[in-house]
């Protein structure tokens, strides 16, 4: 089938594309507002932009009239939060994350989460996660003919990294054992458990393919 996605008639009962780009990493974001309150939600469309230095982004739509959601408020007002790496073992956590709106809540009490100090700001961390990204922002972007809402993107600056030690083995972290968790379509993830290497090919070993560049 084909359709034109900016006329997007493809006579589905749901709008596909979501589940075309896939897996997409969780961005599973920590924040704490000017008045204290912790937030954390996951946000669907979230990944590493750069890797020297290491830069993540995130896009959030706005609420129906233009209001910001919490998480992005927070990250605009206090300019930091915190990116935990969603596994296998807090995914019911995740998606109760998700399903909180109020934003008088603390969502890591609320969902039985554990807050845990970060170095470099002042969002907490989730303890319970392996991985965590302290961020730093720095730029905002308003996307342009989002049909849905009003969406952003907000780029940040990663400026301290925390890896649980038992998920690092011979120098490499542990991705199938830590059982990260990805976004698909629809209300589908993805556990990953099955993991392979492919070296890339030098220019004597695309020669021998016939590939010479």
């Not at 493809?10 to 596909?16: A, I, S, T």
């Not at 589908?188 to 220019?203: G, H, K, Q």
Request: net charge negative.
């Amino acid at each position: 089938m084909f359709y034109d996605a900016l006329h997007p008639d493809h006579g589905l009962p749901h709008r596909p594309t979501n589940a075309l780009v896939v897996p997409r990493p969780i961005g599973w974001i920590s924040t704490i507002s000017l008045d204290g309150v912790t937030n954390l939600a996951p946000y669907s469309f979230f990944n590493l932009v750069n890797g020297d230095p290491p830069q993540v982004m995130l896009s959030s739509e706005r609420r129906a009239g233009g209001e910001k959601k919490d998480t992005q408020r927070n990250i605009e007002e206090t300019g930091e939060f915190v990116f935990n790496l969603c596994t296998w073992d807090l995914r019911e956590a995740m998606n109760l994350s998700a399903s909180i709106e109020a934003p008088s809540f603390d969502e890591l009490k609320a969902v039985g989460l554990t807050p845990a100090p970060s170095r470099l700001v002042r969002a907490p961390r989730v303890a319970e996660a392996p991985i965590h990204l302290e961020c730093r922002l720095q730029q905002v972007v308003a996307l342009q003919n989002t049909r849905s809402g009003h969406h952003d993107l907000l780029i940040g600056d990663v400026v301290g990294v925390h890896i649980d030690d038992a998920y690092i083995t011979d120098g490499l972290v542990d991705t199938a054992r830590m059982r990260v968790l990805a976004r698909l379509g629809y209300n589908d993830y993805a556990v990953i458990e099955n993991v392979f290497s492919t070296p890339r090919l030098n220019a004597a070993e695309l020669a021998k393919l016939g590939i010479v560049q």
